[in-house]
């Protein structure tokens, strides 16, 4: 436990020392790397799943996609041509080499559950930052990560104290249905309580009602994203994605419920913004 919340104090550190030193491309960028070591981590573990990917090629790929989706770089438009034209090939090797299949599904699947979901909070950034009055979104984007990973704490710390009914034993045995009562009441206090301290850095429009009722939507999600990540640690026989961060794991397992959470706060934003 120890070493769990000194390794969260100092990644919040990292991610907020950096955002102050470089604004948004910096925030854009520490993500895109983020995002490259949790896809290392799930490549391996769709390795043992039997569903080895193109490595190096969806590593690249995957950086590309979210430095794209934060910074603009106007190379979006080659980006999908070229795996287009790489998995076309992939599929063509595979007439040759039926293992091909297995590569060319995990290619897929790689690209699309890590840097495909991750690249919504750069999305974030880009597409919301000039509704917030600091400007550049990114502190929207961290409203979503501490939502995310706060239903996270409040389900480890409420399941540990009281937790009784299992929410998915085959998957995840230590998750609890009062876990998720209480991570859930996590998420609502620390979406409001940012709002109430760093109004600046959130859309001028976001109110108090929209910091209590958008963290339930987020963490239900968050929650889902745990347990997918769990799903696959299972099926690859390993407790832990990697171990790189003490009391945590891998970027993977510092992932795990940032990942769906990403898209639906991106899509619940989009319909706010649309009906406000």
């Given at each position: ?170 998957i995840s045995p230590g998750k609890t249905w009062e876990g998720v009562a209480g991570g859930l009441a996590f998420a609502m206090l620390v979406g409001m309580g940012i709002l109430k301290f760093s109004p600046s850095w959130l859309p001028s429009l976001f109110s108090f009602k929209l910091a ?65």
């Open positions: 436990m120890i070493k769990r919340t000194l390794s969260t104090v100092v990644l919040w550190a990292i991610v907020i020392g950096t955002i102050v030193e470089f604004g948004a491309t910096g925030g854009v960028v520490l993500l895109a790397v983020f995002s490259t070591l949790a896809q290392y981590e799930f490549n391996g573990l769709l390795e043992k799943c039997g569903l080895p990917p193109w490595k190096w090629a969806t590593l690249a790929l995957g950086e590309a996609m979210v430095l794209e989706a934060g910074l603009n770089l106007k190379c979006g438009i080659f980006l999908w041509p070229i795996g287009a034209i790489a998995l076309t090939l992939g599929a063509l090797a595979c007439v040759q080499n039926p293992n091909a299949h297995n590569r060319l599904a995990g290619s897929v699947l790689s690209l699309a559950y890590v840097p495909g979901m991750l690249m919504f909070y750069a999305l974030v950034v880009q597409k919301f930052g000039p509704t917030c009055e600091h400007g550049d979104g990114v502190g929207l984007a961290i409203w979503i990560i501490a939502v995310a990973k706060f239903t996270d704490v409040g389900g480890y710390l409420v399941g540990s104290l009281i937790g009784r009914h299992k929410l998915a034993p085959s209590l009722l958008l963290p339930l939507p987020i963490g239900v999600a968050a929650i889902i994203s745990d347990l997918s990540e769990s799903a696959f640690k299972r099926r690859a026989g390993v407790k832990d994605s990697g171990r790189r961060i003490p009391g945590i794991g891998g970027a993977l397992d510092l992932a795990d419920s940032l990942l769906l959470a990403g898209p639906v706060a991106y899509a619940l934003f989009l319909i706010f913004i649309a009906f406000a």
